[in-house]
């Protein structure tokens, strides 16, 4: 995936150097997800002039990077962003915890069916189907939520349920080749599902805390959809 600059251009600030002031902004765009593993960035005659700078600077900038092991410069091709992201770092970032001090997390699979892809799923592509996986979350032994997660068709054709652990972003990177490098949350409250298991019949008249996450894979494609809803009185959603 190609990445362009929204950079405005650069002047020099301070003593640090205008090679080392652009460096560490490119670092600062992959630490922070704005450039992810694999994206080619712009040609360097059309980036200095973006970043207003000459392009013996940038070369400069780009060979730290390179220094540092967070780029890679095809012969022909082009610089590329090079930053696996680790798959317990990306978990860690959104998640749910307990209200009243730290727990162990793990996850209950309830089931996996190869389904048509509703249209209340938000998975575009030429896929029709897609697998939809239902979970209750524990929090040590706290019910903390109910997932609902939809992963697109065009990742696999079939799920080993004897492969799933308590990640599916583990399972996503072992068993289908998968990076989920990005997610955009949208939290709110709701009333629980109908299928909600008997478990959660007590509370099935109270609106709980509501997550719709859309996951996107290392190609910057939406590869998963998933609707999470989360007791408030035990547990909170916490985002870093």
């Known amino acids: 995936m ?46 200095s002039q973006k970043l207003g700078i000459a392009v013996g600077t940038l070369r400069k900038a780009l060979a730290e990077l390179e220094r540092r092991g967070l780029l890679k410069r095809v012969q022909g091709s082009g610089n590329y ?61 706290t019910v903390a939520a109910l997932e ?16 799933i652990g308590h990640s599916l972003y583990r399972f996503y990177l072992e068993h289908l080749d998968l990076r989920i490098t990005r997610a955009e949350d949208r939290v709110g409250v709701a009333l629980l599902p109908q299928w909600a298991p008997e478990i959660f019949n007590k509370h099935k008249n109270k609106h709980w805390g509501f997550i719709e996450r859309l996951s996107r894979d290392q190609y910057g494609l939406i590869a998963e959809y998933s609707r999470t809803w989360f007791d408030p009185s035990e547990v909170r959603f916490v985002a870093r």
Request: aromatic letters at 4%.
């Open 81 to 141: 962003i090079n930053h696996p992201v680790n798959v317990e770092n990306v978990y860690a970032l959104f998640r749910l915890e307990k209200i009243h001090g730290p727990a162990n997390p793990s996850a209950q699979l309830l089931g996996v069916e190869k389904t048509r892809k509703p249209a209340t799923v938000m998975l575009p592509g030429s896929c029709a189907h897609a697998f939809r996986f239902t979970r209750i979350r524990h929090l040590d032994d």
């Open 2 to 47: 190609s990445s362009d600059l929204q950079t405005p251009p650069l002047t020099k600030q301070g003593t640090l150097p205008l090679a080392d002031q652009i460096a560490e902004m490119l670092v600062r765009d992959i630490h922070t997800g704005i450039l992810s593993d694999g994206d080619r960035l712009p040609p360097e005659r059309r980036m």
């Open 148 to 163: 609902e997660i939809w992963l697109d068709g065009r990742i696999t054709n079939e799920i080993d349920t004897a492969k």
